[in-house]
């Protein structure tokens, strides 16, 4: 576990004089079924009515909501979250205590930690969302939403950077993961658990976690490739990745940061032209550095120039290694920092 991990056991009572704003994006939380012959659920509610579905609200803090997106979380692209990191800094110019976020729950652990290293403030950036939409018997979306209120609003949630708020549960951005397809506990954090939980609208910390670095892009952010090692995996892919436009690659390797030996001299050619960042398919854990010296091991692959993702998941590294691309053209500069957030992460 992170050594800037420390235990704390408090809890937070409503305040009903801080102001939280809540942006919605559209997803589960905010779709309903549609008049044609589909019988699927699309996005069409606005943030003020999801605001009125959540009765009590207005005993945790003064809330105010705006519209952003009404897109499924599929459709969400790094520019989108650039606009919302926007937003979110412009609502805390404005003296909110507080930001929520309620978006489609498909990615949420990656756009969560993308505005974790977009957005530099004390102050709580929540993110949640609904696994069960309207109109469904036991739809989470409006105690999901005052859970995250409840938590935006609350001194503790201050200094920790970006929260993920399902379930009662408060999970930190940088690793929580979405575990299950269409359960209601589908969200968990498999490296270190939940930061705290909220219980009769009163915000339960056990957990701190330190804030990362900005990795505020300048310009377009990068397209990186994500490549799961499987069985029998020669490396033909990453050769291709150079024509197809690609400026980083993350690989998930076996266990500990490990490949089949036939990929080491593709990925050799790779990383003389492009940063390749070294993560675990498992999800969990601390990519090795020093146990293994077998061809395509830990030791021979970090030897050879590519960067550990460390406590990073595969998901988690693409979004550092792509906005950090997109911060600086120096390629030495663009690792820095690569491993600064690695080092935050713990």
């Known amino acids: ?74 459709n969400i692209s790094f520019a989108d979250l650039v606009e919302v990191a926007d937003a979110i800094h412009g609502a805390f110019a404005s003296g909110v205590d507080g930001v929520v976020v309620t978006q489609g729950t498909d990615n949420i ?32 979306g409006p105690a999901n939403i005052r859970a995250a209120v409840a938590v935006a609003a609350s001194p503790r949630a201050r200094g920790m950077g970006t929260l993920v708020v399902m379930n009662d549960e408060v999970h930190a951005a940088r690793f929580v993961r979405k575990t299950h397809l269409s359960s209601l506990s589908a969200f968990s954090s498999p490296q ?18 330190e804030p990362l670095i900005s990795a505020r892009p300048d310009g377009a952010v990068a397209p990186v490739a994500l490549l799961r090692c499987a069985l029998g995996d020669d490396g033909r892919i990453v050769s291709a990745l150079p024509g197809l436009g690609y400026r980083g690659l993350v690989l998930e390797g076996f266990g500990g940061g490990h490949v089949p030996e ?22 969990a854990g601390v ?31 693409r979004v550092a290694l792509a906005l950090v691309l997109a911060s600086t053209k120096n390629r030495a500069e663009t690792e820095a920092r690569f491993r600064a957030i690695v080092q935050a992460v713990g």
Do not use: C, W
Request: proline share 5%; aromatic share 2%; hydrophobic share 45%.
């Open 1 to 74: 576990m992170s050594s800037n991990i420390a235990a704390i056991d408090s809890a937070t009572n409503p305040d009903s004089t801080r102001r939280v704003i809540i942006f919605s994006l559209g997803g589960t939380i905010a779709s309903l079924p549609t008049e044609d012959t589909s019988g699927g659920v699309v996005p069409s509610i606005e943030a003020s009515d999801l605001v009125r579905s959540v009765p009590g609200l207005e005993s945790l803090a003064r809330v105010e909501s705006r519209t952003l997106r009404q897109m499924s979380s599929a």
């Open 109 to 140: 652990e990656e756009t969560s930690f993308a505005i974790d290293l977009l957005v530099r403030d004390e102050r709580p950036v929540v993110i949640t969302g609904a696994m069960r939409n309207p109109s469904l018997v036991g739809a989470d």
């Open 192 to 209: 270190t658990g939940p930061l705290g939980v909220v219980v009769e609208g009163r915000v339960h910390v056990y957990t701190r976690v």
């Open 262 to 283: 036939a990929m080491v001299a593709p990925l050799v050619e790779l990383v003389a032209v492009m940063p390749v960042v070294l993560a675990s398919r498992t999800g």
């Open 287 to 317: 990519v090795l550095e020093s146990t293994y010296g077998f061809a395509g091991s830990e030791i021979d692959l970090l030897t050879r120039g590519l960067l550990s993702a460390g406590a990073l998941d595969g998901l988690k590294a």
